[in-house]
């Protein structure tokens, strides 16, 4: 072997021993960012069970609080572009998207609050975190009632370094975000866009 073969071996086994310290520190910061996200969501989950269960406080108010911490948990914004599709989106002009976000926001706020107000005197257990790619982790969470059980996946992206929100939610397998694009695309293809937001209204307002 001579002196270039054998420094060129050298400089590989160096290459190769730092991607194995490189692949132990993804290892690492993978289970420190599943750590973190299931906490986010515990953290959540305990003290919404604890405002639900608080007869001092007003159902408004508990609403308000309840969905406050679910505003700091979830990306409402990028649930509401991923239910229209992003074809779609391009097609809204600036004022029927800020009408349509503010829609979506309410629309998931009033289903979210029926939810949890449904299942106020039931456990809630967040089983675990898995991080199934680089800026993805979902958290598993069970609402156990007496003879049956509700399997809540709520799937994160690393929004930006040491930030995670949800921006989906699988209810038994199925999801949220799907659900809506079902159902939106089934109206657009019916209205248009200013008739497609005035229905989201009219639906809100005969929910409140």
Known sequence: MNIKEAYQK????????LGAEIDKLKAKAGVHDEQKVLGQVKSATNNIL????????????KSNKIFS??????????????????SVWKEFNPKQKKEYLG?????????????????QQQEIVVEKA?????????????????????K????????KENLWLAYDIRVD????VQIQRSQYKELLNTYSIDEFIEKLRQNNESKQ
Do not use: C, W
Request: charged share 20%; no cysteine; aromatic share 12%.
């Open 10 to 17: 050298k400089l590989q086994a160096q290459l190769d021993e």
């Open 50 to 61: 604890a405002i639900l269960v608080d007869p001092m406080q007003s159902k408004n108010v």
């Open 69 to 86: 911490i679910a505003n700091g948990l979830m990306d409402f914004d990028l649930m509401a572009k991923l239910s229209i599709g992003k």
């Open 103 to 119: 829609l979506f926001v309410e629309h998931f706020k009033l289903s979210y609050l029926k939810t949890m107000f449904a299942f």
């Open 130 to 150: 898995e991080q199934y790619k680089p800026t993805r982790i979902a958290v598993t969470t069970y609402i156990l009632e007496s003879n049956n059980s509700v």
């Open 152 to 159: 809540l996946l709520y799937k994160f992206y690393q929004k």
């Open 173 to 176: 397998g199925v999801s949220v």
